[in-house]
């Protein structure tokens, strides 16, 4: 049994190979540029690693290509696709409808292309990887994993804004949270990692990255989440601007004459640390070489970025009435360890202490906090393609399961 997880993209579709017995990955790769010239990447655990143009004028021809190389007989991992049980795919918006992984439909489909509204960039993308995967497989079973399933267990204090309740019901506007793979597979992990009960602990989870969010986790259940009814809200990310006033975007838009689609352009593309960086960089390597410079805006843009981080952590202690583990992750989390010590300095009144031997480690799984430090402190690798393949796994078993009940049932009837 192999499982393949897909993460479809307006112009990318990246995919993994994963052996559930071991849960490495044996393959993995991205189809880029789909639609305009085609770029495959391609490795495998094996060794082989390439990068070549390859012609992708649609997503069924780029998950074509990738299929082709995975039974390639010398630089395939499969020896046909009957190996491949099942597909997970990755979803990004799911509304209220999706708590939880499910077997995709032609009544999920329709459902989710009823949440299209929600995440305009990312689900009718999702769907074109979707629809390309059923056609050309179309006896594997595909099942959907939700960015937003892992967070619909906060409760309607954590989720709905100060808007008119009227806005809510007839509109669904609300916070959904996102990264919610993520903050599962990372939250879960830790509490491996430290030998705790997973339900037994309280644990927030900074995903930094070019997006960035903060999930509170008590007891194997979300209780907050920082982004909110889109991946803007929150914390200050590469290019989001996170939290804003409202009101200072009126004046904007009345002072520059601006319209809402500029605007939006300007919270999404022109904002977070590469705004105030006066467009130096959105790239946290590059602040941090440019601050060693003395580059007041970069220097500045990595303040305000640990700021608001820590913000949130004060706040997210305060809605679980406690913590037991901080974990840092991402792109940012795992890899700036002077990013993590400026934040956990906020903390010292958590009783946070850090080990800087520790902090600058490199693993998988690393804790960075020292032992009398009253909050375990940890950087952990994300892994989303595990996440997606564990649940796409998951729900294989039950489907099979429920197969099996069904059979015997009907075999019990005849008799
Ligand atoms: P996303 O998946 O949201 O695109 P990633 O989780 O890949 O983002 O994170 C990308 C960010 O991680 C980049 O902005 C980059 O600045 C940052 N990053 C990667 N490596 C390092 C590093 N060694 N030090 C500091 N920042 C890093």
Do not use: W
Request: aromatic letters at 8%; charged letters at 25%.
């Amino acid at each position: 049994m192999k499982i393949l997880v897909i993460n479809s993209g307006s112009s990318s579709l990246k995919f993994q190979v994963v052996d559930p017995e071991n849960e490495k990955a044996l393959a993995k790769g991205v189809c880029e540029r789909i639609g305009i010239d085609g770029i495959f990447n391609y490795r495998t655990d094996g060794g082989i690693s390439l990068k070549e143009p390859v012609a992708m004028p649609d997503h069924k021809a780029a998950v074509g290509v990738l299929l082709s190389m995975l039974v390639d007989p010398e630089r395939g991992v499969l020896k046909d696709f009957s190996e491949i049980d099942v597909v997970g795919h990755r979803l990004v918006h799911g509304g209220e409808k999706f708590t939880g992984s499910v077997v995709i439909t032609e009544e999920v489909i329709q459902a989710m292309t009823e949440c299209n509204d929600l995440a305009p960039l990312h689900n009718p993308a999702n769907l074109v990887g979707v629809a390309a995967c059923r056609e050309l497989m179309p006896d594997i079973l595909m099942v959907g994993v939700f960015d937003t399933a892992f967070n619909q267990t906060m409760e309607p204090k954590a989720f709905l804004y100060g808007l008119p309740y009227r806005f809510y019901e007839k509109l669904k506007i609300r916070r959904y949270g996102f990264h919610g793979i993520s903050h599962k597979y990372v939250s879960r992990r830790a509490a491996e990692f430290m030998g705790q009960d997973y339900r037994r602990v309280k644990t927030i989870v900074c995903h930094l990255g070019n997006g960035a969010s903060i999930c509170a986790v008590k007891y194997g259940q979300v209780v907050d989440n920082s982004m909110g009814f889109t991946p803007l809200e929150g914390l200050v990310m590469g290019t989001r601007c996170g939290d804003v006033d409202a009101g200072a975007l009126e004046y904007l838009a009345k002072k520059e004459n601006l319209d809402f689609q500029q605007i939006m352009t300007i919270l999404n593309q022109e904002s977070g640390v590469l705004g105030i960086s006066s467009n130096f960089s959105s790239d946290f390597r590059e602040l941090k070489d440019a601050e060693i410079k003395y580059n007041d805006k970069a220097a500045l843009a990595r303040e305000i970025f640990v700021y608001r981080v820590a913000k949130y952590i004060g706040s997210y202690a305060a809605a679980m009435n406690g913590v037991d583990n901080i974990v840092f992750t991402a792109g940012v989390g795992e890899n700036d360890s002077d990013i993590r010590e400026q934040i956990c300095e906020y903390l010292e009144f958590l009783g946070i202490a850090i080990d800087e031997v520790k902090n600058r480690e490199q693993g998988e799984a690393v804790r960075i906090s020292d032992g009398a430090s009253r909050v375990n402190v940890l950087v952990v690798k994300t892994n989303e393609e595990l996440e997606i393949a564990r649940e796409a796994a998951a729900v294989a078993a039950q489907v099979k399961e429920n197969r099996e009940t069904k059979a015997k049932g009907a075999a019990h009837h005849a008799e």
